[in-house]
């Protein structure tokens, strides 16, 4: 069974930083696209940020320049990390595993929350 625990949300001012954690339990980690995804309240689920099985990335023009996408083959784990953080990044942070580097896949994890205040 594929599960996706994702951790390192939290509350931080703007201009702060965050790194998320996603650990996949999968032995195949390294042939899938792996993504974050994240949801606002009252708005729908969106892409953040891709990374394919060859390492090429994808960003929301929301978050280009600001967060950064990157995984593990070793450890099974992909990460974002996040700069220069704003108000309207507020929101729950989802892993996503087996997509493609625009669209989700089928395995999500529980979500993380992240705050951001200003």
């Known amino acids: 069974q594929v599960q996706l625990v994702a951790s390192g949300g939290g509350l931080v001012q703007a201009g702060g930083s965050l790194r998320l954690s996603c650990a996949v339990s999968?032995?195949?980690?390294?042939?899938?696209?792996v993504g974050w995804y994240r949801q606002q309240p009252g708005a729908q689920r969106e892409l953040v940020a891709t990374?394919?099985?060859?390492?090429?990335?994808n960003y929301s023009a929301s978050v280009r320049g600001r967060f950064s996408i990157s995984r593990d083959k070793v450890r099974n784990a992909v990460y974002l990390q996040m700069n220069s953080l704003k108000p309207e990044d507020t929101a729950v942070y989802y892993c996503?595993?087996?997509?493609?580097?625009?669209?989700?896949?089928?395995?999500w994890g529980q979500g993380t929350q992240v705050t951001v205040s200003s």
């Open positions: 996503n595993a087996g997509g493609s580097m625009y669209r989700s896949g089928l395995y």
């Open positions: 999968w032995s195949a980690f390294s042939m899938w696209h």
């Open positions: 990374v394919t099985s060859g390492d090429s990335t």
